[in-house]
């Protein structure tokens, strides 16, 4: 912490010096009033924020030079002598944005530049840079270790995230830091940026919402940059900082090459959250081979609670874009439903649905018999009262749900294992902390059985579980039912 109060501008109480970083690189910095600094600890969305200024100040053409000569890493020790680099900026004529991955107590504080600072869920950065660690080429590992590095050698990456994790959470690389060996904290650089969080040039940007809103984002950071946009030119604004757009560029221009092993590729890895978490799903058949199997695919989204029809809801539009995510169709079509009321009870009925549909953001059409008709022309309609028609509802092929969830879950790390049937539980003091399997034990932290009708089974092994709803099937299959 610094401890800034009432305003107070932070200052630099501390230098970091060590195979990545040199802060004194920012002692001849001549800063001017428009300059814009981008910081991040690491693997938050700095270059991100970065690609998005260079489309806010240069327009979303193709950049003149690499990015990172453009907005140049002031401290960067590996990036060779300071001075051609600060002259590099001093002959810029379009306005500067430049990064630092130091915390408010190293950066040099310029009261009338402006600073966005990116956040980011602490351990989705260290997945991003256990991945980006992890790909470091020797050469680059060269560059870090030279013999003029200040502080010890930067080690090679643990084999696993498993080894890394346990010191770089609790051991800091300089002496006043936290955590965040062999690097620096990730958390006291929010911390030290936090403090001074009221400042009127500084701005906090999340890279959760960069990810579920960017033009949002890229409209709050023009606001603060003071950047007018034209509303037509936002879509292409947008379009030319996505990840993909943003990893083709680094292809093209063979950035990262030197550095990572997977080039570009490595870099802009995912962008995707979430990838600390530890998913196992046992499977004592196939996927699909349960319940699945003999679902119709019907998709509604009126459940008995609340909490369950939000769910339904949300998993009728996961079933329209998981293609887009997983490569695998689900088989979705938003056909509609259409219900008829042909009595003052059901029509009744209906209406009170219709209107608790609503409340909960869900669209549904009260129609006449004529709207009905002019829907389904087929039909006969004199004996209707009202239609209710649900546009957004529609049918799934099971079979192909299932499989592009798994997939999508496969990467997010997830790790699947079919006929691998669950035998027991292990219990510590009444708590479930592991699975016992017909292939072996496992440790877990949570469980949650899905075995759909196999639930009261389920129950049997686990005295812990109670099935939230246990369900008995009975199916009848018949020759063709002649008409
Ligand atoms: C005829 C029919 C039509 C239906 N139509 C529709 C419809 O149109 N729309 C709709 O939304 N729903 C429909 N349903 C309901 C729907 O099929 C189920 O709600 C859904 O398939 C449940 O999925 P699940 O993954 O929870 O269960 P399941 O698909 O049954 O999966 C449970 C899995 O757990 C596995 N398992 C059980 N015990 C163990 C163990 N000890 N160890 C490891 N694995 C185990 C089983 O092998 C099984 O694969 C229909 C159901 C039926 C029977």
Redesign the pocket.
């Known amino acids: 912490m610094i401890g800034v109060v009432d305003g107070a501008l932070p200052e630099r109480t501390h230098e970091y010096r060590n195979h990545h970083l040199d802060s004194t690189r920012w002692d001849n910095y001549a800063a001017r009033d428009d300059d814009v600094i981008i910081t991040t600890a690491y693997k938050a969305g700095t270059t991100w924020t970065q690609r998005i200024m260079a489309s806010l100040i240069l327009g979303p053409g193709p950049l003149y030079a690499d990015l990172w000569e453009i907005s140049a890493w002031v401290d960067a020790r590996f990036h060779g002598p300071v001075e051609p680099m600060l002259e590099r900026l001093a002959a810029q004529e379009h306005r500067r944005f430049v990064k630092s991955h130091l915390a408010a107590d190293g950066l040099r504080f310029f009261p009338e530049a402006k600073y966005i600072v990116v956040g980011r869920d602490t351990r989705d950065v260290f997945m991003s840079l256990f991945n980006h660690y992890a790909a470091y080429t020797d050469a680059v590992y060269a560059r870090f270790n030279d013999p003029d590095r200040p502080g010890p050698e930067l080690p090679r990456c643990p084999e696993s995230p498993h080894d890394l994790w346990p010191r770089w959470i609790s051991d800091g690389w300089f002496e006043w830091e936290p955590d965040g060996w062999p690097f620096w904290s990730h958390s006291h650089h929010l911390s030290t940026w936090w403090d001074v969080r009221d400042l009127p040039n500084v701005l906090f940007v999340h890279y959760r919402d960069l990810k579920s809103d960017t033009e949002a984002e890229m409209r709050r950071i023009a606001a603060f940059c003071d950047i007018a946009v034209d509303d037509e030119r936002w879509p292409e604004l947008v379009a030319s900082v996505g990840f993909d757009a943003m990893r083709a560029e680094a292809r093209e221009r063979n950035l990262m090459a030197f550095a990572f092993e997977g080039g570009a590729d490595t870099f802009f890895f995912k962008g995707a959250n979430g990838r600390w978490r530890d998913v196992l799903l ?4 196939k ?14 989204q009126l459940r008995a609670t609340h909490n369950l029809t939000r769910l339904a809801k949300y998993t009728a539009e996961l079933f329209a874009r998981l293609e887009e995510e997983t490569g695998l169709s689900t088989g979705f079509r938003k056909c509609g439903y259409l219900q008829l009321a042909t009595t003052e009870r059901r029509d009744e009925a209906y209406l009170r649905e219709t209107a608790y549909m609503r409340s909960v953001g869900m669209t549904k059409e009260v129609l006449s018999p004529s709207e009905v008709a002019d829907l389904v022309p087929l039909m006969r309609t004199d004996d209707i009262i009202h239609g209710f028609w649900t546009p957004d509802e529609g049918r799934a092929n ?1 079979v192909d749900v299932t499989m592009s969830m798994a997939k999508g879950a496969r990467q997010r790390g997830a790790r699947i294992f079919e006929e ?4 027991g539980f292990l219990l510590d003091q009444g708590r479930v902390v592991g699975v016992r399997t017909e292939r072996g034990d496992g440790a877990l932290r949570s469980h949650s059985a ?5 639930a009261a ?2 129950q049997l ?1 686990c005295p812990r579980s109670s099935p939230y709803a246990s369900a008995r ?1 009975a ?1 009848s299959i018949s020759d063709s039912i002649a008409s």
């Open positions: 046992l499977e004592r058949h996927l699909t081979s349960g319940t699945t199997w003999h679902a119709a695919g019907l998709v509604g099971p691998t049937e669950v035998t899905s075995a759909s009708h196999s089974e389920i092994v099937i199916r």
